[in-house]
């Protein structure tokens, strides 16, 4: 079992930046990524951003290439999201994820534990 526990989302202002953070327990040994999805109102969780377990690749969504970027702590087990130039359509409920399998790290489907997910609401 893995436990993820997110932290830091809020409330900020259109342009703003906010920097979300997981926390990774349990079994992580076999982890091969880390992941950030994110699902707004009425929508599908969509990929967002992954890190591999080392930390040394890095990938994103088209969308949020240039405004957010992933790392990892690999002494504190922890990953991070800096989302810088937020926009309104950046509000969802942000989670983290974690693959043990490497085959797709964009795939929702492929990441078998998640955290509860952490609000960003972003206003105009």
């Known amino acids: 079992q893995v436990q993820l526990v997110e932290s830091g989302g809020g409330l900020v202002q259109a342009g703003g930046s906010l920097r979300l953070s997981c926390a990774a327990s349990g079994r992580t040994f076999s982890t091969y990524f880390m992941g950030w999805f994110r699902q707004a109102l009425g929508k599908e969780r969509e990929f967002v951003a992954a890190?591999?377990?080392?930390?040394?690749?890095?990938y994103y969504a088209d969308s949020m290439k240039g405004r957010f970027t992933v790392s990892r702590d690999n002494a504190k087990n922890t990953m991070y999201l800096q989302m810088n130039s937020l926009k309104p359509e950046d509000t969802a409920v942000y989670y983290c994820?974690?693959?043990?399998?490497?085959?797709?790290?964009?795939?929702?489907?492929?990441?078998?534990?998640w955290g509860q997910g952490t609000q960003v609401t972003v206003s105009s």
């Open positions: 994820a974690v693959d043990r399998r490497g085959n797709s790290y964009w795939d929702r489907l492929e990441y078998e534990y």
């Open positions: 890190i591999t377990w080392s930390g040394r690749w890095t």
